[in-house]
């Protein structure tokens, strides 16, 4: 059973409010999608990216590669798709390739 605080919120609530109003959550999100980048884009993909980069809930990603820019760019939306799914959660809705 849930243990409420005084205004009616859980310790659960209550944290991540904090984490959110302290952007924690997103520095969570980057260090778990960079730790599981080679998994969620493949391979090639993850050889070739210098940096990702997220505020808003917008993925902006680095790659090294003009052609493989334009090939990630033509699957932005598979891709996305399958970072929210690989994640268990949306968290990510646009993705801008740089």
């Known amino acids: ?8 919120k859980t ?3 209550v944290l991540g409010d904090l984490m959110k109003k302290s952007h924690l959550d997103e520095k969570l999100l980057r260090i ?9 884009a493949g391979s090639l993909v993850a050889r070739h990216t210098l940096e990702l980069l997220i ?16 090939e990630v760019n033509y699957r932005k939306k ?7 799914k ?10 801008v390739i740089k």
């Open 32 to 40: 778990e999608i960079n730790d599981r980048w080679e998994e969620l």
């Open 1 to 8: 059973m849930d243990r409420f605080l005084e205004d009616g």
């Open 55 to 70: 505020f808003k809930r917008k993925l902006t990603i680095h790659l090294d590669s003009a052609p493989l820019k334009q």
């Open 78 to 84: 598979a891709l996305l798709d399958k970072i929210n």
């Open 11 to 13: 310790l659960k609530q």
């Open 86 to 95: 690989g994640l268990g959660r949306i968290v990510i809705s646009d993705i």
